[in-house]
């Protein structure tokens, strides 16, 4: 299970988001889905803790971060609780979306 709580994220003067709060059971699919520039990726990232947030929380399972107090041991354990694909804007060009990203 993914649980956010208060989740905050600001590049300089912009907030990309403000205390967000979510909760994704475990088989549930969810989609993030927005116009571009608006946190998305950087959603993704926080809840993975490749980007660190401001403020609230992220837990995967049984594993917290408690933002902005986290240390690089906390971030590895959480990571270790996830499966992350960098972003591209090409999908295989012999496949079409559901299959590209089956594999």
């Known amino acids: 299970m993914i649980t956010i709580k208060n989740l905050t994220k600001r590049?300089?003067?912009?907030t990309l988001f403000s205390d967000l709060n979510l909760t994704?059971?475990?088989g549930e699919i969810v989609a993030i889905i927005g116009p571009s520039g608006t946190g998305k990726s950087t959603l993704l990232r926080t809840i993975n803790?490749?980007?660190?947030?401001?403020?609230?929380?992220?837990?995967?399972?049984?594993?917290s971060l408690h933002y902005p107090k986290t240390n690089?041991?906390?971030r590895l354990a959480l990571r270790q609780q996830t499966g992350f694909v960098f972003q591209?804007?090409?999908?295989?060009?012999?496949?079409?979306?559901?299959?590209?990203?089956?594999?």
């Open 24 to 26: 994704i059971k475990p």
């Open 11 to 14: 590049f300089g003067e912009q």
């Open 88 to 103: 591209n804007y090409a999908l295989f060009q012999h496949l079409t979306a559901k299959p590209s990203f089956s594999i």
């Open 72 to 74: 690089a041991q906390q």
């Open 49 to 63: 803790s490749l980007e660190q947030a401001d403020s609230g929380s992220v837990t995967i399972n049984d594993v």
